[in-house]
């Protein structure tokens, strides 16, 4: 006799139940379950036994927010920032877990998304490149009501006003800033460069200059700069490794943004080599067309990649850095036909890398090794790097 199908019990608003936490899940949440029904709980940890409070309900599944923990896990720790709980700041998810946790919990986000998207194992250790906090080198701050510097808590549009934020670098020097009047309901932008220059809205300073390795590179306040101070050296270390690019070869930097891999592979690839970096952003382009205005062989397009890439012919090696969303079946199909002997994939979001590895995998190419980084610590955002080979046919 088949058993019968056990109907969620609806849930509602405010509602306050106990439960234990089962899993990661990717987002930032936590997956548990009340009489059938699915909830995504913020601010718990895996094998926790936890009060929470119901915070929305849909057809699918709920989230809720912990309450208080009646037994906690042994990862538990006090957070660092006063900010970090449930009705306050909405920036970091993981501050309530012991650091290495965080990045085993990540891990296994990864390992989730290819199982599930993918249909694959992989074994992928989510590797320490910092300081926990102090990273950040870029964030862009509301103003509540009252003209105070904050930050929008989570699921809301309520601003709250912050002190200090300590996951920002000291250049940015946030605490000094909290204490000055803002215009009420601004966006304020603040950054801190590696040569020490600093940024804020309103200030004259328009351009700062990030040194990575041995190169100067010139980043507008509009340009896409990654924002923990070590990932631009992180990152560049392992394109340039998994690329072994040779003299001569022609590199497509696609999502290239102002340059930071073209600046990398230059020197690998010689002055009979050359390099097509394209990118959507004018600002981008703009700074890049700056830093390599004495490479005569760094082609810039200013242009979709969807759309430019389809008037490109031959490559080696591609570079695919793209937005969160990522690089999108089209893309991919049009890689199959250029047919590069390697494709380097930076990805900041593990679903859609496991969804574009399926669709690379049906174009002929075989995920060859994978490394992730913890770009940003307390959050649950994780940056990977994977290398993907066309198959060998016999």
């Known amino acids: 006799m088949a058993s019968e199908k056990v109907t969620p019990k609806k849930m509602v608003v405010g509602q306050r139940v106990s439960l234990t936490i089962e899993k990661v899940?990717?987002?930032?949440?936590?997956?548990?379950?009340?009489?059938?029904?699915?909830?995504?709980?913020?601010?718990?940890?895996?094998?926790?036994?936890?009060?929470?409070?119901?915070?929305?309900?849909?057809?699918?599944?709920?989230?809720?927010?912990?309450?208080?923990?009646?037994?906690?896990?042994?990862?538990?720790?006090?957070?660092?920032?006063?900010?970090?709980?449930?009705?306050?700041?909405?920036?970091?998810?993981?501050?309530?877990?012991?650091?290495?946790?965080?990045?085993k919990l990540k891990s296994d986000v990864i390992r989730e998304q290819f199982a599930r998207i993918a249909k694959m194992e992989v074994d992928v250790e989510v590797e320490e490149v910092g300081p926990a906090l102090g990273w950040r080198t870029r964030a862009i701050a509301s103003v509540t009501k009252s003209g105070k510097l904050g930050f929008i808590s989570a699921r809301s549009h309520n601003v709250i006003a912050i002190e200090n934020c300590v996951i920002t670098a000291p250049g940015i020097g946030f605490a000094e800033l909290a204490k000055k009047q803002w215009q009420a309901g601004a966006k304020i932008e603040m950054a801190t460069s590696s040569t020490g220059e600093s940024f804020v809205t309103g200030a004259n300073l328009s351009v700062m200059h990030e040194k990575v390795g041995n190169n100067v590179l010139e980043v507008s306040n509009d340009s896409f700069w990654q924002s923990h101070v070590n990932a631009p050296s992180v990152l560049t270390e392992i394109v340039s490794e998994y690329a072994q690019l040779q003299p001569g070869e022609h590199v497509l930097d696609l999502y290239g943004g102002v340059g930071l891999f073209t600046s990398a592979l230059l020197s690998q690839i010689g002055a009979t080599g050359r390099v097509d970096l394209i990118e959507g952003s004018k600002s981008a382009t703009a700074d890049a067309k700056r830093n390599f205005a004495d490479a005569n062989n760094v082609n810039i397009v200013t242009a979709s990649v969807e759309r430019a890439i389809t008037r490109i012919d031959g490559g080696d090696v591609v570079i695919l850095d793209p937005p969160r969303e990522g690089a999108g079946k089209e893309v991919i199909s049009e890689l199959a036909r250029i047919s590069p002997r390697a494709i380097i994939y930076v990805a900041c979001d593990p679903a859609a890398l496991a969804r574009d590895t399926t669709y690379l995998q049906e174009a002929g190419y075989s995920l060859i090794k994978m490394r992730a980084f913890d770009l940003f610590p307390m959050t649950h955002h994780i940056e990977s790097v994977a290398l993907y080979e066309q198959n060998k046919v016999s």
Not at 53 to 66: A, L, P, Q
Request: proline share 4%; charged share 20%.
């Open 25 to 103: 899940a990717h987002g930032g949440h936590f997956i548990a379950r009340h009489e059938g029904a699915v909830i995504f709980v913020r601010h718990a940890i895996p094998g926790e036994e936890c009060t929470i409070e119901i915070s929305s309900v849909g057809s699918s599944f709920n989230r809720g927010d912990v309450v208080s923990v009646e037994k906690a896990s042994p990862d538990r720790v006090t957070a660092p920032c006063s900010y970090a709980h449930r009705l306050g700041c909405g920036g970091c998810d993981f501050q309530h877990i012991e650091i290495s946790a965080q990045r």
